[in-house]
Structure formats: structure tokens, C-alpha cells
């Protein structure tokens, strides 16, 4: 075999190996800034689209909470014949180092279709982000996950309740609502805020 051949091989499969593999770059975002193993223990399957008043947010960035005010556009490849459920957290609470509050419920939106958020089932209305002062970045972790059942999640918690909202604990719901065949989030973004004055 010829050089250039080879060289044509080894090109093809390289390709393969990433269109096999298209979570690998929000995979390294999410084991570098510890997500996994922090709040998840499966990268998500796929990136959510986010947008803060037209700011496009990549794993990892970082907003001001001013730019964080209102609720985001989110959207993402969702079958219209299955529902979701949108959670958004804040595992830093009150600081990373010190997080006596994993994880704090910032937003919830349950049976949702495909991804029209609108016509789910709004459980935690959105909540800005407040990192206190002298806490440092808190990271905001966007998560959906498919419903396996065709039935809608009914439940009576109260997510505006303080105690619910405050210590929410991921792996219960999930189990507790059967929310995916894997630990894996069908989508998932995140970003960093701190506490700014003004």
C-alpha cells in the first residue's frame, strides 16, 4: 500500500470516530468544570441550545446574573411524539467548595412535548441566579431528560416550597419519575455567574 492510500485510511477513520462520538467536546466540558461527577454521573447525549436575550451560551461560559434576569430560549432535538422534562440547578450552594445545598431547583418544566417547553407543565417557575457574595462562580446546569412513559408525571410536591426547591435531589427524581432508560440527560448545557453588584 501506497503512502497517499494510507494516509486516506487513516483520514476516513478519524472522521468516523467523531461522527460516532458527537458528545465528546460537551463530554470534556462537563468532566473538566466536574459536572460529572458533581451533579451527574453520565454525560448528556447532546447540547442543549440556550439563549439569554440573543447571548448564545457554550458549556462554560460566563454571564453576569443582569444578563441572566429573564428566562432563556432553549431548545433541542426532541421527538414531538415523546415529552420531557426541563430541569435547570445550581449545585454551588452557598459556594463550590461548600455546597450544603446540592442541588438548589432554579427551573422545572415537566411533560413537555418535543421541545415546546410552552405547552408543558411549568413545577418551579424560573428563578434568576443569586450567587451570594464573596461565593465565586456558581455554575447553572441546564438538563432534559426523556419521560419513557406515555402518561403525563403527576405529583403534589409543592417546587415553590422552600425546602423542596432548595435541596432537590436529582437521582431521586429521576428514579422516583422514571425519567430515562440511562443515567444519561438526553440534552444538557451549563453556565458560570457570580455575585455582582448591581
Not at 430515562?180 to 453556565?191: K, R
Amino acid at each position: 500500500m501506497t503512502i497517499l492510500p494510507l494516509l486516506v485510511c487513516v483520514f476516513l477513520f478519524a472522521c468516523s470516530i467523531t461522527e460516532a462520538n458527537p458528545t465528546s467536546e460537551i463530554g470534556d466540558k462537563f468532566l473538566k468544570d466536574e459536572i460529572v461527577p458533581d451533579v451527574i454521573n453520565e454525560v448528556p447525549i447532546s447540547q442543549l441550545s440556550i439563549k439569554y436575550n440573543g447571548i448564545e451560551i457554550t458549556p462554560g461560559r460566563t454571564l453576569t446574573v443582569k444578563q441572566t434576569e429573564i428566562e432563556p430560549e432553549i431548545s433541542w432535538s426532541g421527538d414531538p411524539t415523546k415529552k420531557y422534562t426541563l430541569l435547570m440547578l445550581d449545585p454551588d450552594v452557598p459556594g463550590r467548595q461548600v455546597h450544603g445545598y446540592r442541588s438548589v431547583l432554579h427551573w422545572m418544566a415537566i411533560n413537555v412535548p418535543g421541545n415546546s417547553i410552552i405547552d408543558g407543565t411549568i413545577k418551579r417557575i424560573y428563578l434568576k441566579p443569586k450567587p451570594a457574595i464573596g461565593t465565586g462562580l456558581h455554575r447553572y446546569v441546564f438538563l432534559v431528560y426523556e419521560q419513557l412513559h406515555k402518561k403525563d408525571i403527576e405529583f403534589d410536591d409543592d417546587y415553590h416550597d422552600l425546602k423542596n426547591w432548595t435541596k432537590f435531589t436529582l437521582d431521586k427524581f429521576i428514579k422516583r419519575h422514571g425519567l430515562a432508560l440511562s443515567e444519561a440527560p438526553v440534552g444538557g448545557n451549563y453556565f458560570f455567574a457570580k455575585y455582582t453588584n448591581g
